[in-house]
């Protein structure tokens, strides 16, 4: 989860109040690194780890940790955390399965339409090619070789979705998908030059419920975390082709999101890139 609901009336649990402001502190961070690993608040094996994963993984300290806290406990070799919200973790869960699911039915529908387009404007294209093939050797021989179809030269834009079997229409409109695969394209100056190919729209139709909820500094974060020269062993990982960058769009989000909190652009300077 790349966000933590935790009710404000927390604060005046007996398990709060009678802690610590260290242990508070304390308790925030490993709600955190729960949150974003989506462990249950269970963090597995954490009462054997060491000073410095302690410090590199959820910025605290190992005695930190040890230190008897109504917070978390201690379950064998694991730190469970108390207030850690189960529900909402399983609830984001159902909902990212069942936008996979989806979102994979509407990109069958989408690229099967996509494909009947193609298909019913290619006999047209080979005629045409035919006949000048005719005209310039005037032998009456058919051209052999397929002509290049347009739609896949200068790319093809996403079609209208079907209504769903309930009647209701999807919310990914084709002006909505187009959209996306423009900031798609955006992301690096190579990925400009093609258009997207079939594969790589069925997989933008897949995570476009994740790519919906980004805002304008997301996409910069992303665009910049993409050019930047990561250095070896920061555990951040750059996608050179779109199609990985499609099929694994939400950690590549998260890597961006760390690593733009560490890199923020000087403000004296304007803003480069963005959308055009």
Not at 14 to 34: D, F, H, I
Not at 75 to 98: C, F, H, M, Q
Not at 145 to 154: E, N, Y
Not at 156 to 183: C, Q, V, Y
Request: glycine content about 10%; charged content about 25%; hydrophobic content about 30%.
């Amino acid at each position: 989860m790349n966000w933590l609901n935790t009710p404000t009336s927390i604060i005046h649990a007996p398990e709060y109040v009678g802690s610590e402001p260290t242990q508070r502190a304390t308790w925030w961070n490993l709600m955190v690194y729960c949150a974003e690993q989506e462990n249950g608040g269970v963090i597995v094996g954490g009462s054997a780890w060491k000073d410095r994963r302690w410090q590199q993984t959820c910025g605290v300290t190992a005695e930190e940790i040890h230190d008897d806290c109504d917070l978390w406990e201690r379950s064998g070799n694991d730190i469970v955390l108390w207030g850690y919200p189960k529900d909402k973790e399983t609830e984001v869960k159902a909902k990212r399965e069942g936008g996979s699911i989806g979102g994979k039915r509407r990109a069958e529908n989408a690229v099967s339409s996509i494909a009947s387009s193609s298909a019913s404007r290619s006999p047209s294209s080979s005629a045409s090619t035919e006949r000048k093939g005719k005209e310039g050797n005037g032998i009456g021989k058919e051209v052999a070789s397929a002509p290049v179809d347009a739609s896949v030269r200068d790319g093809i834009p996403f079609p209208d979705f079907p209504p769903e079997p309930n009647g209701n229409h999807p919310k990914e409109s084709a002006s909505h998908m187009n959209e996306l695969a423009a900031r798609v394209r955006g992301l690096r100056p190579e990925w400009k030059k093609m258009a997207l190919t079939y594969a790589e729209m069925r997989s933008l139709t897949e995570c476009a419920a994740s790519l919906e909820g980004l805002d304008a500094d997301d996409w910069e974060n992303i665009r910049r975390y993409l050019a930047a020269k990561l250095p070896e062993g920061s555990g951040g990982w750059q996608p050179r082709s779109r199609a990985k960058f499609l099929e694994s769009a939400p950690d590549v989000y998260s890597h961006a999101a760390q690593w733009a909190s560490k890199n923020k652009p000087a403000t004296s300077q304007p803003r480069t890139g963005g959308w055009k």
